[in-house]
């Protein structure tokens, strides 16, 4: 089966092959004809990596009129990364069909520009929730010509909370719109989603069962031992040198300061969370598709969804919450029919999270060995001068903190702290040198650049 025998036509085609896509995935099979042929509500229920977003983006782009230069479809997603993601490939795929034109709009990026383009004629929009109300409300977007809605990533949606947002929007589009639902998963409140908005004659397409997880992923656990837990993340990364993956951490806080604590060692890694502005985002997101950050420090939140290609691994640095998480964060790998790993990072009295994985998802974990490179080296004595002493209110005290918050050092790693009048001394294991270094470049401290030396005698590397 191609595309062409699905009915799509040859401009689509045409930008598919460009981009690499000649086989139809299982959902696109299919959705896609049911899609093209009908204008039923539709639930499309398939793994993460299956390729849900054409399946909905080829058909909607056959079915719009480029002559009606008003918003004909309109895509929810549940972030921004996701949002440029789908409206991308609107774009990729409209390549040679020269007159539709796709907006994504989100938050976190200025509103007026996304004002602006929205009086230009356009097709298509993908948006996140809160960012639509926004231009609802400011009467900057209108949704009466609109003709298809799509949830994407519905399970999602509702996991953050979105679902008042969801109803707000509703009201201002037409009631015999065409919805269609797209989820991984299939949890109560989806369900309920769909009674309270679907037609009750809607069609239901289901590719695996929820409960099965990509079968492309090799699931595996690694014990490690309280207090080295980052010495067996840097083992496992040594080994893993050359290949890319994301690592993910329950909180904020727990992400940007292992980003911190992983400077200088033998991976590239950046943190991607919700503190982060729009800028920094891209920034993080374009680095890791361009291969110049091969591990990505996430949230949930943050790489929900997010695509991209070839990565070898996922790590559950800490384990997820909920059972449909680690589906979420595994299926980040293993995506267009690659295989990856996904290796949970698990204390040996926590091993019951493993058996509960694996008997609610069906799969089966094997145990992973990795040796930690304990050896912290001998202590490396580091000056910090200039203005860092009792006279810009340095203490022995708040010193460590700073080093933790800036450095993401151990504040157990931080011995014999000496604070002078606009200088400061202190020992760390020889391992965290680089990893000081690294974070405090280019460091700020009352408008002065922090210096740092190895050594006071004989200061063997400066930083200014
Ligand atoms: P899902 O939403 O199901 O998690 P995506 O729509 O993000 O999956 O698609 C995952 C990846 O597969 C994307 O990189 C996409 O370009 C690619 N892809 C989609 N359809 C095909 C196809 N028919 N053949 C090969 N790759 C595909
Ligand atoms: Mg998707």
Known sequence: MTFSDLGINP????????????????????????????DEDLVAVAQTGTGKTAAFCLPILQKIDPNVGKIQALVLVPTRELGQQVAREFFLFSKYLSRIFAEAVYGGAPIEDQIQKLKRSTHVVVATPGRLIDLLERDAISLQDLKYLVLDEADEMINMGFKSEIDQILKYCKKDINKMLFTATMPADVKQLIREYLHPDFVEIRIHAEEFINQKIEHQYLIYK????????????????DQRGILFCRTKTAAKRLAKQLAGFEVTADALHGNLNQESRDKVMRGFKKGRINLLVATDIAARGIDVKELDYIIHYHLPEKTDQYTHRSGRTARAGKSGVSVCFVKSENLEEIKALESELNIQFTLLSVEPVTDAGLNTPITIYMNMGFAQSFTKNNIPEFLVEEAGLNAADIKNVVVEDSRSYFDVPANCEQQIFINLKGYKLFHRNLKLSLDAENSKRNIY
């Open 11 to 38: 401009a689509i085609v045409q930008a598919l092959e460009g981009n690499k896509i000649f086989k139809p995935t299982d959902i696109q099979l299919k959705t896609i004809p049911h899609i093209l042929q009908h």
């Open 226 to 241: 309280q207090g080295e837990k980052l010495d067996y993340l840097k083992a496992f990364l040594s080994e893993h040198k």
